[in-house]
Structures are given as structure tokens and as C-alpha cells.
């Protein structure tokens, strides 16, 4: 009995070890993130102000989280691979929830697109002048069978205090071609969808 229970123990004792070995050499996943615009030209940052952009009133515009499927509402890369089913890209994850990067990343946009506007990811200050914009994307899949980013777009421009009549409307579906087929060029036409947002809403608040 005595052996027995000793050879209980060290067959325990082995397969706690493999599980701790294993535990140790699994690989930290990737951290990505969607790629950073790039920064306002130098003789643009230098234009003075009109006199008529200086004697106007300060302009606010508060980005609400952006709206994404509840499945991509998470770290984890993932894209479709065929109608009705989904993967993840192994060994890798979004820095940052993806709805949160997303709505940091159209901000950053807005910011450089509409230069004499105050953007707000939060609250802007309660101002007469301050609109609200809410975005919404669904689907926003990359189809890898494709090599194309599908997403559906539809935002709206609030007044103050989020009147139930929006100002602004916008929107449609886009194609977006997702090159090198990696988690970085899915990142990269997320960000390039972005950018297409933010310069649809600045056209039409301008």
C-alpha cells in the first residue's frame, strides 16, 4: 500500500511539473493596435487663424463610444472566415478593447480634420455651441476569403443636450482591401475606415 501510494504521489508530482513547464513557455500573445495617423503637416500647423475663425464662437464636438457588434467587443483579433462562423488570429490581441481604440483613434482623426473644433472622446464643457456625434459600424468584418474589410457606417449629429432630431446624418457601406492579409493589415484598413469617417463628418460640419 505504501508503494502504491508513493507512486500515486510521484506520478502527481510529474504532471504537476509538465503543467507548470508548460504554463511558462506559453508564448505572450502580440499586443496590436491600430496605427497612428500621421501627424499634421509642419507649414499647416503654422497658418495663422482667420480673423473671422478668431471672432467666432468655440466649437464642441463630444465623440460617443463607438458602436461595434457585441462579438468584437473584446481583445482578442478576430475575423471571419466563413457566412456564419469566426476565428482568432493566434498568439494575438488588441493593446486595448477594440470599441476603446476605435473611438480613440476617430478622435485623434477628428482632432486633425477639424482643427478650429474642440473634440471630446468623454464630455466636452456644457456649451451652447456643442454637438454630439454617435457612430455606428456593423458589421465591421474582415472577410479574409475576400482580402476586404466590410463594414456598414451610420453616425449622427446631435445638438446640445442630445436632441432627439439629429442635425447631421451619414453614413454607408464600404469595402476596404486588407493588404498584407496579418493582424497589422487589418489594423491598418480599420484605420483607413476611420479616416474616411472623420472626413465625412468634418465635410459636413464645416
Known amino acids: ?14 504532471l504537476w511539473a509538465l503543467g507548470l513547464g508548460a504554463c511558462s513557455t506559453a508564448p505572450m500573445p502580440t499586443l496590436l493596435s491600430l496605427p497612428l495617423p500621421p ?12 480673423p473671422a475663425s478668431v471672432a467666432s464662437a468655440p466649437r464642441f464636438l463630444t465623440l460617443r ?3 461595434i457588434p457585441e462579438y468584437l467587443q473584446t481583445d482578442a ?6 457566412d456564419s462562423t469566426l476565428a482568432e488570429w493566434p498568439n494575438t490581441a488588441w493593446a486595448e478593447r477594440l470599441e476603446v481604440g476605435l473611438t480613440n483613434q476617430l478622435a485623434l482623426l477628428l482632432r486633425q480634420a477639424l482643427p478650429s473644433w474642440t473634440v471630446c472622446d468623454s464630455h466636452c464643457p456644457s456649451m451652447p455651441t456643442g454637438q454630439v456625434l454617435i ?28 436632441t432627439p432630431t439629429p ?11 486588407v493588404s498584407p492579409d496579418t493582424p ?23
Open 39 to 50: 501627424a499634421p503637416a509642419a507649414a499647416a500647423s503654422k497658418v495663422p487663424a482667420s
Open 1 to 14: 500500500m505504501t508503494t502504491l501510494r508513493r507512486l500515486v504521489v510521484s506520478q502527481g508530482l510529474i
Open 65 to 67: 463610444r463607438v458602436n
Open 167 to 177: 442635425v447631421h446624418v451619414g453614413g454607408g457601406s464600404s469595402s476596404t482591401p
Open 77 to 82: 483579433v478576430r475575423y471571419r472566415n466563413a
Open 135 to 162: 457612430v455606428n459600424i456593423a458589421p465591421l468584418d474582415y472577410v479574409r476569403s475576400a482580402g476586404q474589410l466590410r463594414a456598414d457606417i451610420s453616425w449622427r449629429i446631435t445638438g446640445p443636450g442630445s
Open 184 to 206: 497589422v493589415g487589418q489594423a491598418a484598413a480599420m484605420s483607413q475606415l476611420l479616416d474616411q469617417v472623420a472626413q465625412d463628418v468634418a465635410s459636413t460640419v464645416r
